[in-house]
């Protein structure tokens, strides 16, 4: 499995709550610029996959490690959680934080490393690079034309469309999203399929979702894993996973 093109492994690893084995001997390998799709049960061990990427959970036993592109490892394992941010892992949770006071535009500005907290910001200038990352996002997340608008009057969709803004404007090496859609109207969750597409190739992507057409549309050619009692069940494409008798038994309840 070990390549240049990895960004992310994980090996062997195991997670027990009280007893209770909510990762198991869970092997996981993201390519450079994949996007990649975790589906599976409810607790499966799917957020708590993601609470150990990002270092808020800690594995029992196995490895998590990230590839920098320079050919570094990094023993993920061994970093605090906010050194995991740092080193480019950005999570984007269900409930979109944005500023609600603030415009899309600031929000970006907001969330730019060297502006970020809150004190610094207060006196933080734009230097025209950090516009021009501010036009390239607000492009990619189709917000353009909301820029001045403020964030706490956009849509559902708009907002959590705006807080992958903020993460792209760190731009991270690996972002993991959950339920992307979740509360969205058909259109918006199409627009959101759309987004993550397009940001595939300029950055590694997880995004664990529930909802099958909007698996499909964002799965397309790639790989889908299927996550069952905390260890991989089944990966492979969009149709193969969901042919496969073991996931039909389990996810599909059929
Ligand atoms: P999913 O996100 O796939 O629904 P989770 O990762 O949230 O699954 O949970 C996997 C299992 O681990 C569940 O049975 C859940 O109850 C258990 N679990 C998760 N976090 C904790 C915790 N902090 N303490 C105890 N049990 C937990
Ligand atoms: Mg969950």
Known sequence: HRGTDLVLSVEGVNKTFDGFKAISDLNFYLAEGELRTIIGPNGAGKSTFMDMITGRTRPDTGSLTLHKPDGHDIDLTKQA?????????????????????????????LSLPRARGLFSSLFYRESKEDRERIDEVLET??????????????????????????????????????????????????RTGELL??????????????????????????????LHQGTV????????????????EVYLGR
């Open 81 to 109: 959680e906010y050194k995991i941010t740092r080193l480019g892992i950005a999570r984007k949770f269900q409930t979109p934080s944005v500023y609600t006071q603030h415009t899309v535009y600031d929000n970006l500005l």
């Open 141 to 190: 997340i189709r917000l353009t034309e909301l820029r001045h608008s403020i964030a706490g009057a956009l849509s559902h969709g708009q907002k959590q469309w705006l807080e992958i803004g903020m993460l792209l404007s760190q731009q991270p090496a690996v972002l993991l999203v959950d339920e992307p859609a979740a509360g969205m109207s058909d259109d918006e969750t199409h």
């Open 197 to 226: 597409i397009s940001l595939a190739g300029k950055h590694s992507l997880i995004v664990i979702e529930h909802d099958m057409t909007f698996v499909k549309q964002i799965a397309r050619d790639g790989k889908v894993t299927v």
């Open 233 to 248: 069940l089944c990966e492979g494409k969009f149709d193969e996973v969901q042919s496969n008798p073991k996931v039909r």
